[in-house]
C-alpha cells in the first residue's frame, strides 16, 4: 500500500528557515498532483502549496507566497516544501498530501514551531 511520509518539521525562530521532505512508497507519477497541507490548533486544515506532478506547475496560499516553495525529485519520489522568513502563525502540523485515480493519500504529519 502506497505511503506518504513527512520530515523535516521541528522549532525555528521567527524569520528562521525549514524545509520538510515528503518520501513516497511508490512512484509520484502515480499521482496528478501532490501538495501539503497545514493544521493549526483549533482550525481547518489548508492548502499550502500543490504541485503538478507530470507539468510541475505549482499554486500557493496566499499567506505563504513569496516565502515557500514547494518542489518535486521524480527520481527519487520526494516532495519538498521550503520554508523561508517563517512567522509564527505557520506553526502548524503540515501533511502531505497526493491524488492519483485510485483515491487521495496523506501522510501522518509533521509539527512545525514558530517561536522565539
Known amino acids: 500500500q502506497l505511503q506518504l511520509v513527512e520530515s523535516g518539521g521541528g522549532l525555528v525562530q521567527p524569520g528562521g528557515s525549514l524545509r520538510l521532505s515528503c518520501a513516497a512508497s511508490?512512484?509520484?507519477?502515480?499521482?496528478?498532483?501532490m501538495g501539503w497541507y497545514r493544521q493549526a490548533p483549533g482550525k481547518q486544515r489548508e492548502l499550502v502549496a500543490r504541485?503538478?506532478?507530470?507539468?510541475?506547475?505549482?499554486n500557493y496560499a496566499d499567506s505563504v507566497k513569496g516565502r515557500f516553495t514547494i518542489s518535486r525529485d521524480n527520481a527519487k519520489n520526494m516532495v519538498y516544501l521550503q520554508m523561508n522568513s517563517l512567522k509564527a502563525e505557520d506553526t502548524a502540523v503540515y501533511y502531505c498530501?497526493?491524488?492519483?485515480?485510485?483515491?487521495?493519500?496523506w501522510g501522518q504529519g509533521t509539527q512545525v514551531t514558530v517561536s522565539s
Open positions: 511508490g512512484s509520484i507519477f502515480s499521482f496528478y498532483a
Open positions: 504541485i503538478s506532478i507530470s507539468v510541475g506547475s505549482t
Open positions: 498530501n497526493g491524488v492519483r485515480a485510485s483515491g487521495t493519500y
